[in-house]
C-alpha cells in the first residue's frame, strides 16, 4: 500500500467533525473530502451555536451538516451558551461513539466541544490551532478559548510556523504538532477557480470602486461598533465615487447598530452573510477592506486587497508582513486617515499559493486528512465515549 492509498477503517465509530459557524463549516470543508477518501467514516455535527449558518456555509459546496443539535442556551450568557453547547455534544458522543473528534479555531463550539471529548475519552484533533496574541484575553473570548483547547487537545495543526512556535512555547511539542496551512486557502484556491457568481452583479456597481466592511468581534460591540461606522461614513463622504458592501453578522445587537448606521445609504448595500462563492468575488474586487474578522487576513494576502484591521491586536501577524493588512485602533480619525492611505497606494501583489505564502498553499486538509487517518488506524482503542482517559486525565 502506498502512502497516497485510503487507509483502512478500523472497526469504530467515525470522525466526527464539529461547527457551529459559517467560517468553522467553511475551513473544514477539505477534511469533510478528504477524509472519506482515505476511507475515514466522516459525520459533521451542526452544534446549532448560529443556527442554520452551518447548512448555508456548506450548501454551494454540495455538502450539508450529517447531524444539527439544538443546544440549550438558558439565560443566553456566553458560561450558558457552552455548558448548553457542551451538554448537546456530549449527548451526540454518546450516540455516535466517535473514534476522534474535530474542532476548529476558536468558538463556542470549539471549546465546549473539546470540553465533551475530554470528559468522554475521545481523543481530540484541533485544526487551525496555535493562534495567539499577546494578551491572555484580548480578543475576548476567542484567545481564551484557543489556549484552552490548546491544553487539551491530543493533535494540533497548526497553519503557520509562528502558530506552531506559540505551541511549541507551551510546552506542546513532539509529533502531535504539525504546520500543515490554514484550510480556507484549500476553499479560497477552489472558489477562485470558478467563475464569478451572477448575483455579484446585483449587489454592486459594475464599475465603483468597492468598500467591503465586516464587524462582528465583541470588542466593536455596541456602542464600540460607532466610531467604524461613523468612519465609514465619512469615507463616503470624502470619496463620492465609492461603493460599500456590508454583509451582516448574525448577531442581532451587531446588525441592529448597522442597521442604525448604514440602512438607506445610497452608496451603502446591507446584506445577510453571502454565499463563500459570492463573499470571495467580492473582495477580490475591492479596493479596501475594513474589517475585524480573522478569516479575511488570511484571505487578502492571496487576493491582493489591502486590508483595514480595526482591532487592537491580531492573532495573525503573517498577515501584516504581507503587505495587505495594517491594523488600526477603531478611532474614527485613525480609521479614516489609514483608508486614505491604503486606497492612494499601489495594490498589493497577491500571494501565489505555494508553501511559502503566509498561510500554506492550498493543500492543507489533505495532509491533515493523511495524519489523522494514520492516528485513527494505529491508536488502540483504550477507552471509549463515557470512559474517560486515564492517560489523558493525568495530565489535566
Not at 466526527?16 to 470543508?29: D, F, M, Q, S
Not at 504538532?177 to 446585483?202: M, S, Y
Not at 466593536?220 to 468612519?231: M, Q, S
Request: net charge positive; charged share 20%; proline share 11%.
Amino acid at each position: 500500500m502506498t502512502s497516497d492509498s485510503p487507509d483502512p477503517q478500523p472497526p469504530h465509530g467515525p470522525a466526527v467533525l464539529l461547527a457551529g459557524t459559517r467560517p468553522e463549516a467553511l475551513k473544514l470543508i477539505p477534511l469533510l473530502r478528504a477524509l472519506p477518501e482515505r476511507g475515514v467514516k466522516t459525520v459533521l455535527v451542526d452544534s446549532g451555536q448560529h443556527p442554520g449558518m452551518v447548512a448555508a456555509a456548506l450548501a454551494p459546496f454540495g455538502l450539508a451538516p450529517a447531524e444539527g443539535l439544538a443546544p440549550s442556551r438558558g439565560s443566553g450568557s456566553l458560561a450558558a451558551t457552552v455548558r448548553g453547547l457542551r451538554e448537546s455534544v456530549h449527548e451526540a458522543i454518546r450516540r455516535l461513539a466517535p473514534r476522534l473528534m474535530v474542532v476548529h479555531g476558536d468558538t463556542s463550539t470549539t471549546y465546549a466541544g473539546a470540553l465533551a471529548a475530554r470528559a468522554a475519552g475521545v481523543p481530540l484533533s484541533h485544526v487551525e490551532a496555535g493562534l495567539r496574541t499577546a494578551h491572555p484575553l484580548r480578543p475576548f473570548p476567542e484567545e481564551l478559548f484557543r489556549r484552552r483547547v490548546g491544553s487539551l487537545a491530543d493533535l494540533h495543526f497548526a497553519p503557520t510556523t509562528e502558530a506552531t512556535a506559540n505551541l511549541r512555547r507551551e510546552g506542546i511539542t513532539g509529533r502531535c504538532v504539525e504546520t500543515v496551512g490554514n484550510t480556507i486557502i484549500d476553499v479560497l484556491r477552489e472558489t477562485l477557480g470558478r467563475p464569478a457568481p451572477h448575483a455579484l452583479r446585483e449587489l454592486v456597481p459594475p464599475r465603483a470602486p468597492l468598500v467591503v466592511v465586516t464587524f462582528h468581534r465583541r470588542e466593536n460591540v455596541g456602542r464600540r461598533l460607532d466610531p467604524l461606522c461613523l468612519a465609514v461614513l465619512e469615507l463616503l463622504c470624502s470619496r463620492p465615487d465609492l461603493h460599500v458592501l456590508c454583509p451582516q453578522h448574525p448577531n442581532p445587537a451587531v446588525r441592529a447598530r448597522l442597521q442604525r448606521r448604514f440602512a438607506g445609504h445610497p452608496r451603502i448595500t446591507l446584506t445577510d452573510p453571502l454565499p463563500y462563492p459570492v463573499f470571495v468575488h467580492a473582495l477580490a474586487r475591492a479596493a479596501l477592506v475594513v474589517t475585524d474578522s480573522g478569516g479575511i487576513q488570511e484571505e487578502a494576502p492571496y487576493l491582493g486587497v489591502p486590508v483595514l484591521v480595526a482591532r487592537e491586536n491580531t492573532e495573525r501577524p503573517e498577515a501584516l508582513t504581507t503587505g495587505t493588512t495594517r491594523l488600526v485602533a477603531a478611532d474614527p480619525q485613525l480609521v479614516l486617515d489609514a483608508a486614505h492611505e491604503l486606497l492612494a497606494a499601489p495594490r498589493p501583489r497577491a500571494q501565489a499559493f505555494d508553501r511559502t505564502a503566509p498561510f500554506g498553499d492550498g493543500r492543507a486538509g489533505e495532509r491533515i486528512a493523511r495524519r489523522l487517518a494514520h492516528f485513527i488506524r494505529s491508536r488502540p482503542r483504550t477507552s471509549g465515549p463515557g470512559q474517560p482517559n486515564p492517560a489523558r486525565e493525568a495530565t489535566a
